[in-house]
């Protein structure tokens, strides 16, 4: 069968961070789209900025940042994770 994937959303990444090594996976995935088929991952849209407290994610098409930090817990950004208007 041939899945076609599409670009995770928010909520469907925040899954995938609990740890800082599981949010250094993802931006190793980002950096490596072969890595994200091999994951059956879609992080089309997706970036990252590294931090002093750990790594920023935003996606292109959305307005929500998500912040994994030292602790490993994904924080919604600075505007609660609502989308602008």
């Known amino acids: ?3 076609e ?7 469907e990444l925040k899954t995938l961070l609990n740890s800082m ?12 789209p072969s890595l994200q088929s091999r994951r059956c991952w ?12 750990g790594v920023r994610f935003t996606h292109c098409d959305f307005s929500e ?14 505007n609660g994770g609502q989308h602008e208007a």
């Open 21 to 32: 090594k599981e949010a250094a996976d993802v931006v190793e995935a980002i950096d490596d």
């Open 42 to 53: 879609d992080l089309t849209g997706w970036s990252y900025v590294l931090v002093p407290w």
């Open 5 to 11: 994937l599409r670009s995770m959303n928010a909520n």
């Open 65 to 78: 940042e998500i912040d994994v930090g030292i602790e490993g817990f994904p924080e919604q950004g600075a």
């Open 1 to 3: 069968m041939n899945y």
